[in-house]
C-alpha cells in the first residue's frame, strides 16, 4: 500500500486530485453565487421575510471583480505584469547551484530573516517568533484596534515599512552590509 519513495503514478494521482478538486470547489462556489442571486437573501435580523435583492448593483460590482481578476490574470499570462524576479525564469540546470535565490516578492522579507541568521534553528525560531509577535500585537489590545488612533496607526505603518525593508534587503544578494542591514532591522 504504501513505499518510501514517490513514484510518478503517485504524482500524477496526487496532481489530477488537485486539479479535480479546486474545479469541483469553483463549480460549487460558482452555483452558490447563481443560486444567491437568483433566489435572494433573507435578512436574518428581521422577523419578515424581505428579500435582499441581487440585480442591479451586485450583477454590476461582480461583473466589475470579474473582468479585473480576468485582465490581472491575462497580464500575468503574457508577461505584461510581472511579479516575479527574472532569475527565477532562467531554465534549472541540476549540476549548477545558482549564485542567488530570489523566493517571490511577498515570501522575501521571511527569506531575509532566514538568511541573515547564521544558524538554523535560531533562523525558524526567529520566524516563529516574528508570527507570534504579529498575533500578540493584533489580539492584546482589539478593541482598540477597532478605533482607529494615532497611536495605531504608527504601529501598523511600522510592520508595513519593516515588511518592506525586509523585502528590499531580501531581493539584493547576500552581501555583508545587507546582511547587517537586515540584522538591524530584525532586533
Known amino acids: 500500500l504504501g513505499n518510501y519513495v514517490m513514484c510518478v503514478v503517485t504524482l500524477k494521482r496526487f496532481y489530477i486530485l488537485h486539479f479535480v478538486l479546486s474545479l469541483v470547489l469553483i463549480v460549487i462556489m460558482l452555483l452558490h453565487i447563481i443560486y444567491l442571486h437568483k433566489l435572494g437573501s433573507t435578512n436574518p435580523m428581521f422577523h419578515n421575510n424581505l428579500k435582499v435583492t441581487f440585480f442591479p448593483h451586485f450583477y454590476a460590482k461582480d461583473l466589475y471583480i470579474i473582468l479585473v481578476f480576468l485582465m490581472i490574470l491575462f497580464l500575468n499570462y503574457f508577461n505584461f505584469m510581472e511579479l516575479s524576479h527574472s532569475d527565477n525564469n532562467i531554465e534549472v540546470n ?94
Open 94 to 187: 541540476p549540476l549548477v547551484t545558482p549564485l542567488h535565490i530570489v523566493p517571490e516578492w511577498y515570501f522575501l522579507s521571511f527569506y531575509t530573516i532566514l538568511k541573515c541568521i547564521n544558524s538554523k534553528i535560531a533562523g525558524i525560531l526567529l520566524l516563529v517568533s516574528f508570527f507570534v509577535l504579529l498575533i500578540n500585537i493584533v489580539s492584546i489590545n482589539y478593541t482598540a484596534i477597532i478605533v482607529w488612533n494615532v497611536n495605531n496607526l504608527y504601529i501598523v505603518m511600522d510592520w508595513f515599512a519593516l515588511y518592506a525593508i525586509l523585502m528590499f534587503v531580501g531581493a539584493k544578494l547576500p552581501l555583508a552590509i545587507y546582511l547587517y542591514l537586515a540584522k538591524i532591522f530584525i532586533i
